[in-house]
């Protein structure tokens, strides 16, 4: 085949229709055109939308509306699956939509209603909202059909899209109710006493095909940069290379000279050149000669002497930091313990490298202005634009592609800025920004650097009797939520989750330092937890050993209260036949994780060469209570826990004199395919509430390796990534 001057995306379309042909389920999965077109059908065909979560047509398909970000954790499937189970439809019947970005309607609650996907909340947010309103969608029916039939309301009971009269078996769809039904003045009345128990699931727990998946392997999914508007062109951005620097002087002759460039705009941060091509704009705006300020505080910023400056800063039990967590007198406890443990840890910076660059595309029209961007803060975007560009909230319509990867890198909106404000001096012509990975490397928020000191004591039997930890990093929410970081007394969630947790330890007490350097640091997959229970676990695995108790058995005594918890490790451990001899070089490593209310256990397989880990094999056991999609669980804990693996092997992201000193993939490396260990995971459901399960593969990993590392060298490594073992 011919693929000369065909495009990647071109190829795989017409591969697909040429070698496929055929539909991967009965589910669509629909771009925002395809999505309008299809509100605009249904309506026009008698759609009946007996709550704002879905509309009804004669046909008797149900389309659903999802409001998370599809970042390929599978929100898109699961969501409406959780509204589908409790007003009892029939899947195959099921068609999903991107819900519009109405916060009003749509905001996740765990986020205080706004439209944001992260954090590991978006099935844990909206669970039992969606449940509540599928419920008052089956009852919006069976009323209806009470009405049609003149029968009594509690004689009819609701199975797979239709509704059965119990004493006479007449049947009729949902599709032919909603052709002739009109919404009801008010909502039944419901609450969580009247929703399903677990026993009678009949779609949560099961694993349909994912409903964007087939789009992927067409081709025909549409991310933010498959965008294309007519009359559309580029634009590359020159930014200062440290942080916080602006533009002050601007010779632009060389890029204007450039044939295809269109204009070359100096932004309040950046300069800009826009073209008729990315190439163009790209070639351009490196010919940019411009001058920048040198006043941010960043351009001081070394993270090697940060760290160190970290380290003093833990280690001194003086410097008193905001209270995370407290409990008992830990003071007085250390005082009679009859043996104490100090330790400091530490982790550098790394980035989320998102496989497809940030970008996003924008239309001014009038004192309108129209986004496409694969975001995963809708809610932030609109505050952010308007607060940047200067529209009006209300004036500001933003449409969610598919996302190439968040990680946390999507929930920032900083890479929408410029193309808002780029759209405001071009009126009526679509710009596509587009990041190139280098610049956004270059403009990282990465996850914070961090330093911590820990003091444990244990008693004579070797338990657990007090902790103090103490955290040393810049701020997230101080930065990005300033108004719930005061509100919380200086609380940062994102930093410091994952710090506290199951173990019965009777007196801890964990603080937060906080230090300010001016560079911004950010959200990152599992980003608290990734290091809090990196030095939780091994500081554990570090006193079993010491005082002589199996790993496993010191974590069944410490958690005692929590059945959840000793079942993922009974189960982990029976996965990876805990305890019998290992090949000769290999040992086994352990680590567990409560973050997110989803509990997990670890253990991995490792040997040694040239001083660094080889991991052979990870299993897994997690209980993150009802789950949606098993198989996607297993898919989301094997995704985070490879991830993880790569941050711990090797990933740094490092600056000098404020500037960052990698540039991409070529010299920030990243896990390859043949060093990838075997991963086996067994996801154990239990009659609980979901927990979160985007990020909960990563916390154990680093540790469980760390353990098995010192088991195998007598050494104990306690810096993220791994240093070289001698």
Request: one cysteine or more; glycine letters at 8%.
């Amino acid at each position: 085949m011919d693929i000369k001057n065909v495009s990647r995306r071109r190829f795989i379309v017409g591969a697909g229709a040429f070698s496929v042909g055929v539909a991967f389920g009965p589910l669509t999965s629909l771009n925002d055109a395809q999505a309008a077109d299809a509100a605009t059908a249904a309506a026009a065909s008698g759609g009946f939308r007996p709550v704002a979560w879905v509309s009804i047509s004669p046909d008797n398909i149900a389309t659903i509306y999802s409001p998370a970000s599809e970042m390929g954790q599978g929100t898109m499937t699961a969501i409406p699956m959780i509204f589908a189970e409790e007003m009892n439809l029939d899947w195959s019947r099921v068609r999903v939509e991107q819900a519009p970005t109405d916060a009003k309607r749509f905001g996740n609650p765990a986020f205080g209603g706004g439209l944001v996907t992260g954090s590991s909340r978006t099935i844990k947010g909206y669970y039992e909202s969606l449940r509540l309103a599928g419920l008052q969608a089956r009852l919006v029916m069976i009323d209806a059909a009470a009405q049609a039939w003149k029968v009594p309301a509690s004689e009819i009971r609701a199975e797979k899209s239709t509704l059965v009269h119990t004493p006479t078996g007449r049947r009729v769809t949902y599709g032919e109710i909603a052709a002739t039904a009109q919404a009801p003045a008010a909502l039944p009345k419901v609450d969580k006493t009247m929703l399903k128990p677990m026993s009678e699931f009949t779609i949560i727990g099961t694993d349909p095909m994912r409903v964007e998946v087939a789009s992927k392997a067409d081709g025909t999914a549409v991310y933010g940069l498959d965008i294309r508007r007519p009359g559309m062109v580029w634009a590359a951005i020159r930014y200062a290379p440290v942080q916080g620097e602006k533009p002050v002087k601007v010779d632009d002759t060389a890029a204007r000279a450039v044939k295809g460039v269109k204009q070359v705009v100096t932004l309040p941060q950046a300069v800009a050149v826009v073209a008729d091509s990315f190439a163009t704009a790209r070639k351009a705006r490196d010919l940019l000669d411009v001058t920048w300020t040198t006043t941010s505080q960043a351009r001081s910023y070394d993270s090697d002497v940060v760290l160190k400056e970290y380290v003093k800063r833990a280690e001194n039990l003086d410097d008193a930091g905001t209270v995370w967590h407290k409990s008992g007198d830990v003071a007085a406890a250390q005082s009679g313990v009859a043996r104490t443990f100090k330790a400091t840890y530490t982790s550098d910076h790394v980035a989320q490298f998102t496989m497809e660059p940030m970008n996003c595309t924008a239309l001014v029209t009038g004192d309108m202005i129209e986004l496409w961007v694969p975001s995963q803060v809708p809610s932030v975007v609109i505050g952010t634009v308007a607060a940047a560009a200067g529209f009006k909230p209300e004036n500001i319509k933003v449409n969610i592609t598919l996302l190439g990867g968040g990680y946390g890198r999507r929930a920032e909106a900083d890479y929408t800025v410029e193309a808002a404000q780029l759209a405001k001096t071009m009126p009526g012509v679509p710009v596509q920004m587009i990041w190139t990975r280098e610049d956004d490397f270059q403009r990282s928020k990465p996850r914070p650097l961090t330093a911590h000191h820990v003091v444990a004591g244990v008693d004579a039997n070797g338990k657990l009797q007090s902790l103090r930890h103490r955290t040393v990093s810049e701020s997230i929410y101080a930065r990005t939520s300033p108004a719930i970081f005061k509100a919380a007394g200086g609380k940062d969630s994102p930093v410091m989750e994952g710090a506290e947790g199951v173990y019965g330890i009777p007196s801890t007490l964990i603080e937060h330092v906080r230090d300010e350097r001016g560079v911004d640091v950010s959200y990152w997959r599992g980003v608290g937890a990734g290091y809090q229970k990196f030095v939780t676990e091994t500081l554990v695995d570090e006193i079993a050993a010491e005082t002589k108790q199996d790993p496993l058995k010191i974590r069944m005594d410490l958690t005692q209260g929590s059945p959840r918890a000793q079942a993922v490790l009974r189960t982990a451990t029976d996965m990876a036949g805990w305890g019998t001899p290992r090949a000769n070089g290999r040992a086994l490593g352990m680590a567990f994780s409560d973050a997110w209310n989803t509990f997990i256990a670890m253990v991995v397989e490792v040997s040694m060469k040239d001083g660094k880990p080889v991991v052979h094999q990870m299993w897994a056991a997690v209980d993150c209570g009802h789950a949606i999609m098993p198989r996607n669980v297993r898919a989301q804990v094997e995704g985070a826990a490879i991830f993880g693996l790569s941050a711990a092997l090797g990933e740094t992201l490092s600056y000098k004199a404020g500037q960052v000193q990698q540039s991409n993939l070529t010299d920030y490396p990243i896990l390859r395919a043949d060093a990838t260990p075997l991963v086996e995971i067994k996801v154990l459901p239990t009659d609980n509430p979901p927990g979160g399960i985007g990020e909960v593969g990563l916390p154990p990993v680093a540790p469980a390796v760390a353990n098995a590392m010192a088991r195998l060298t007598g050494k104990r490594v306690r810096s993220l990534p791994f240093p070289q073992v001698a």
